[in-house]
């Protein structure tokens, strides 16, 4: 019997995709955390949701794209409330990997598209404590913290894809919160103003302050940087893409590397060089996949 889960935590989102000309073209279930949680299912692997969705028709679209996965969704609460909505603009032409616009504003109206709870839950039920559950994480509020810190047999895997969801923490907070990671992924977008945040200067001086057993900066085009233990010293390893291809849509090209890289981590028993060319190459692929399609979600197991 598989004895691992994965579990993540939060508000259900909806992506709403417009063109140039600010035409809907698309919209599905989004959110790093639950494309993580999206991917991992059609990997094969049980996924729980723990989190609250809006009563309205965005928020059914949401829930059935994680439900028709396989991940269980038993776990959210329906509220009498709009359920959130990244906008996503994508330009016409020139396409590279940080041209393409997030918004939590409608970016016809302009009106404020995100309405997070106060009402998630804060605990598993108890058939789930006789896994080991590695929670996914893309937002670190009061809340999601309590509800890691009612999971005992756990690992954190914290995917910081986007300052707005640590600017306004302290830092003894930030620590507080990140040290309890196991795995974390960032990328070149955030990790500047962390680095400030928590008073370091580089990759390493991070991964020391931290201390997870892996610890991963994508950098797009240019490939990622691990830095792990072997035999009780730090590594860093850099990978690089063989194949660059044009970018249609790179919304969800991080979430696609970290579920890839996240799975790859769970299952294995030593974190070494041959396992970081051999999970790069991965996850690395599923980014490929991604990127050539319009959407954030992988359309087939890996």
Known sequence: MNKKIFITHGDIILDKIYNDKLELINQDGGGCNWNDIYNLSLMGEKCYAFGSCGNDEEGKIALESLTKAGVNTNNIIIEEK???????????????????????????????????????????????????SYIILDKFLPINL???????????????????FFEHFTRQYLLNFFKLANYIQLNDNVVPLLFERLRVKSLVELY???NP??????????????????????????ESPS???DIVDSSGAGDAFFSTTLREFAYTDKIDTRFIKNTFELANKSSREIIMQIGSRISKPT
């Open 82 to 132: 709009p359920t959130n909505i990244m906008n996503i603009v994508i330009p016409n032409k020139n396409l590279e990997d940080d041209s393409i616009m997030h918004s939590w504003y409608n970016p016809i109206t302009l009106d404020y598209t995100m309405n997070f709870s106060k009402n998630l839950p804060t605990s598993i039920p108890k058939k789930l404590e006789k896994y080991e």
């Open 243 to 245: 194949v660059i291809i």
């Open 146 to 164: 309590e509800f890691v810190n009612n999971i005992k047999n756990k690992k954190v895997c914290l995917d910081i894809g986007h300052i707005r």
């Open 208 to 210: 020391k302050l931290l």
């Open 213 to 238: 057993e892996l610890m991963v900066l994508t950098k797009g085009k240019r490939g990622a940087e691990y830095v792990y233990r072997e035999d009780g010293e730090i590594k860093i390893d850099f």
